[in-house]
């Protein structure tokens, strides 16, 4: 139990190209939702809160009219990265907490490698 | 805010001997404490999750520890195996206020048969 699937796992673009990832707990229902940067040999790094039905939470420094959150439902949620640049390459994972409560663990998907040309 | 250090940053052991990764967290309110498992090119799994109210949780050949005084948490791996080498993280939350986790740098633990 507890699968978050996320999609695509890879991609690969032109700069300036806006790219959409899909986030879906596949057998719970997810009122809340984060999304975490990481680059190599480091450490997850938050970028922001996406609660269902409601605007976006986003960490300091995270530009929110860049990284574009929707979370339309209580299995998916969306990461839109507007008018990417090289140095928006980098890996995003998305995790999922169960409608249950705040006390519920994380799941993580597979991330996506966001490799901008 | 909160912050969560984690030591040692590479681990190399022996099959069979056993594994401890430490961390610390500054934040005495923090009450949620998971540890994940990331595999190269994968997102973390969860392996085991310890609450301010235990102070110990074992789940086969994984335990956790949880000093809440000195607000530090340990993993335990015994009888390591090659399938344990892996990038392991530690994290911090306080589910009274939305439950953000908080990451410690990770450990990245090789297991060599």
């Known amino acids: 139990g507890a699968v978050v699937s996320q999609h695509p796992s890879r991609v690969i673009c032109k700069s300036g190209t806006s790219v959409k990832i899909e986030c879906r707990s596949l057998?719970?229902?997810?009122?809340?939702m984060f999304w975490y940067r990481q680059f190599p040999k480091q450490s997850l790094m938050l970028m922001a809160t996406?609660?269902?039905?409601?605007?976006?939470?986003?960490e300091q420094g995270v530009e929110k009219d860049k990284f574009l959150i929707n979370h339309a439902s209580l299995t998916l949620s969306t990461l839109t990265v507007t008018s990417a640049h090289p140095e928006d390459s980098s890996f995003y994972i998305c995790?999922?907490?169960?409608?249950?409560?705040?006390?519920?663990?994380?799941?993580f998907g597979d991330g996506t490698r966001l490799s901008i040309l | 805010g909160e912050n969560v250090e984690q030591h040692p940053s590479t681990l190399s052991v022996q099959e069979g001997d056993s594994a401890v990764i430490k961390c610390t967290y500054s934040?005495?309110?923090?009450?949620?404490f998971p540890w994940y498992k990331q595999e190269l090119g994968k997102g973390p799994q969860l392996i085991i999750d310890?609450?301010?109210?235990?102070g110990e949780k074992k789940d086969q050949r994984i335990a956790v520890t949880l000093n809440k005084t000195a607000k530090h948490f340990s993993l335990h791996i015994t009888e390591t195996q090659p399938e344990d080498s892996a990038v392991y993280f530690c994290?911090?939350?306080?589910?009274?206020?939305?439950?953000?986790?908080?990451f410690g740098q990770g450990t990245e633990l090789s297991v060599k048969p």
């Open positions: 934040d005495s309110a923090s009450n949620y």
């Open positions: 994290a911090a939350s306080n589910y009274n206020q939305g439950g953000k986790l908080i």
């Open positions: 995790s999922a907490r169960d409608i249950e409560g705040v006390n519920q663990p994380q799941h």
């Open positions: 057998d719970f229902q997810a009122t809340t």
């Open positions: 310890i609450r301010s109210n235990v």
């Open positions: 996406s609660n269902e039905g409601s605007k976006a939470t986003y």
